[in-house]
């Protein structure tokens, strides 16, 4: 009997817009379920901010029920106040799934681009394409929404690997 797929929810943190993505994969193929953006107002006080991501990334939790979620690592930025602020929404987008028990899995931006597109230094425009490859039936209407599906994708290609060395380490010689 197959095993149920594994269903992976996908985060590219930001306080303004986090972007999430949800696909089920089934150790051979991907498949979309959803994804968006979950935005916050620039003139809204951090605390409200932070706030409305927290039950926002509650609500894709519960509407979705991910077994596993991933996020994108940050890069480093020379502004050390933005830095901050995304480091905060970063907390949120780590809590949310952590708190209820799932692995959070995390990977460098160029990790993501290298798995999605092949190439480590892939613009926004290549990952789009890809996606609409890997994933015909998604329509990310932001491009937050796209990162996520695609740290998604490469968590779930991380996991294949990963699967493949277990099997290959346990097979004897």
Known sequence: MPKPPVRILGLDPGLCH?????????????TFVA?????????????????????GLNEVMR?????????????VNTNARAALKL????GVALLVPARLGLS?????PNS????????????????RTMLR?????????????ADALAVA???????RALAIRAAALSTPA
């Open 153 to 159: 994708i490469c968590h779930a290609h991380h996991r």
């Open 133 to 145: 490859y890997l994933l015909p039936k998604a329509q990310p209407a932001t491009p937050d929404a």
């Open 35 to 55: 994804c968006g953006t979950i935005d916050t107002g620039a003139g809204e006080a951090m605390g409200q901010r932070l706030t409305a991501l927290f039950e």
């Open 104 to 108: 959070v899995a995390e990977y460098a």
């Open 18 to 30: 986090l972007g999430w993505g949800v696909v089920d994969w089934d150790g051979q193929r991907l």
């Open 112 to 127: 993501i681009k290298k798995t999605v597109t092949g190439a480590g230094h892939a613009d926004k425009l290549q990952i």
């Open 87 to 90: 480091g905060q929404a970063r």
């Open 63 to 75: 509407a979705h029920a991910p077994d596993e979620a991933a996020i994108e690592e940050t890069f």
